[in-house]
């Protein structure tokens, strides 16, 4: 099959708008110095305004299964406003290879902090510290430890610190509308730290902000909350600024991924077989299996718990139970379907490609904009034994959704949605020692879309399942914690 007039210009387009998406991330950089560099092993980030001279300092901590990328968008909207800001890796996160060590974090922030003093640019008597959920906590604790250090403090979705009236100084507290126990997180905090305060000048400031319509993750995105730490850390130094800078780079990715998806759309036809057989599943066997699984693998688990250290299996916080209740739930909707595609050389070759697409489409510019995505050595060992574990209930899923209509389609993405949704939130109610599962739960209406449509593209449900199992399970490689 060849490549016709209309597919020939949907690729042109899809061209244009990835050579779009990333003028644009490469213009978010203008006017600033970017570096990435290492200090006792640990992995940091640079940003501040090109030919800065004596700026204040932020040092800005990312929480639990996060990375400094996932916290750039701050990092961006401060320095385009004149600071110099330092993120990190925490031991066990992102790029660090240092296994997870609760009472070890504050000694990373501490050697964040010299690597930021060292900067040329920063004016040491001028500093302050930003930080999310888990950071939050870090950055309060070093605050206080600080005394006179840090000039102010933004604490976004807040955990605990043994905060008073006086201390830390200029304390921000912010939380999303749509995370209920980090409101009340930030008004305890807010009552123990004596109530709103305007007085900076006495480092006495208290305020707290709830930002509209964001939960736990999408709140980092969120340029309400990007603009509220600005105004907090100008009035503590008593800055004004010209900068009109908003981050729009997770726009930016979205186009990226649409022009992707674009291409995709574009050469598919080329790469699609001809046979298209239909396997003959009664369609009360493919919605049994879908119902039913997820409550076979919350068993399992609990089961399995009983036994084995399930937060830490696979030396991965999290992730690895992830994977594991992929497994159990994967082999039960497969065993009610009771049958299987045929698996050939050529849907091997397909579903590696079509992973290559994924990983470029959503990964290559998520290094840049929110995740850290180069997988370093023990990550990357950790990888396939998670894809392995993904793989029978992406099989199930590519079997019910083969030679389906997009009406169809569309249904299916939707009971996937909820059905993950609520057999991962069920999962929590066993096993609360779990608690991180939730960090997934956002992610999964558009993942499971994402990985619907492109696979539709080339309607094979081995192809569907490889692709999706070895993105997945990078995923979850890159995201959880190493850890003890």
């Known amino acids: ?115 930021l003093l060292e900067q040329p640019e920063v004016n040491p008597d001028r500093l302050a510290v930003l930080g999310h959920s888990m950071g939050s906590g870090i950055a309060m ?48 905090l807010l009552a123990q730290a004596g109530g709103e305060n305007t007085n900076l000048a006495a480092g006495e400031g208290r305020e707290l902000v709830i930002v509209p319509g964001v939960e736990h993750i999408t709140i980092l995105f969120s340029d309400n909350s990007h603009q509220a730490a600005l105004r907090w850390f100008d009035a503590t130094f008593g800055r004004v600024h010209s900068s009109q800078y908003a981050d729009r780079r997770m726009a930016w990715y979205g186009l990226h991924l649409l022009g992707w998806i674009a291409a995709l759309a574009a050469v598919a036809p080329l790469l699609r077989e001809a046979d298209t057989t239909t396997m003959r599943i009664p369609p009360v066997r493919r919605w049994a299996g879908l119902l039913i699984s997820p409550m076979i693998a919350v068993t399992g688990l609990v089961l399995l718990s009983q036994r084995v250290d399930l937060q830490n299996l696979g030396g991965v916080q999290v992730g690895g139970a992830v994977g594991v209740w992929f497994l159990i739930a994967g082999l039960a909707w497969l065993g009610m379907l009771a049958r299987l595609p045929r698996l050939t050389l050529r849907t091997v070759g397909l579903g590696i490609v079509l992973f290559a697409v994924l990983w470029i489409a959503l990964g290559a510019m998520a290094q840049v904009v929110w995740l850290q995505w180069w997988l370093i050595p023990i990550r990357l060992r950790i990888w396939l034994p998670l894809a392995v574990a993904c793989l029978p209930w992406f099989l199930a899923s590519g079997i019910v959704q083969q030679n389906i209509g997009v009406g169809k389609r569309v249904l299916w993405w939707l009971a996937q949605s909820v059905i993950l949704i609520g057999g991962f939130g069920l999962t929590l109610q066993f096993l609360p020692q779990l608690g991180f599962m939730f960090l997934l739960l956002p992610l999964f209406p558009p993942l499971i879309g994402i990985l619907s449509l492109v696979a539709g593209f080339l309607n094979r449900a081995w192809v569907y399942a490889i692709a999706s199992s070895l993105f997945f399970g990078w995923l979850l490689a890159a995201g959880f914690p190493l850890s003890a």
Do not use: C
């Open 141 to 188: 604790t070093a605050a206080l430890q600080g005394g006179d250090r840090f000039a102010a403090t933004v604490a976004v979705s807040p955990t605990g610190a043994d905060v008073t009236p006086q201390t830390p100084r200029n304390l921000q507290l912010q939380a999303g509308s749509g995370e209920g126990r980090f409101i009340s997180n930030a008004e305890r």
């Open 1 to 115: 099959m060849k490549l016709n007039r209309k597919r020939f210009w949907l690729l042109v387009l899809a061209i244009l708008l990835i050579l779009t998406s990333w003028f644009g991330i490469v213009s978010a950089r203008s006017g600033l110095q970017v570096r990435s560099f290492q200090r006792e092993g640990i992995p940091l980030i640079y940003v501040a305004p090109q030919r800065a001279e004596a700026v204040p300092g932020v040092l800005i901590a990312h929480g639990f299964a996060g990375s400094k990328q996932l916290m750039l968008g701050y990092a961006h909207v401060l320095a385009h406003a004149g600071y110099a800001v330092l993120l990190w890796d925490f031991d066990g996160h992102g790029a660090n290879p240092t296994r997870l060590q609760r009472y070890e974090l504050e000694r990373n922030l501490d050697v964040a902090l010299q690597a």
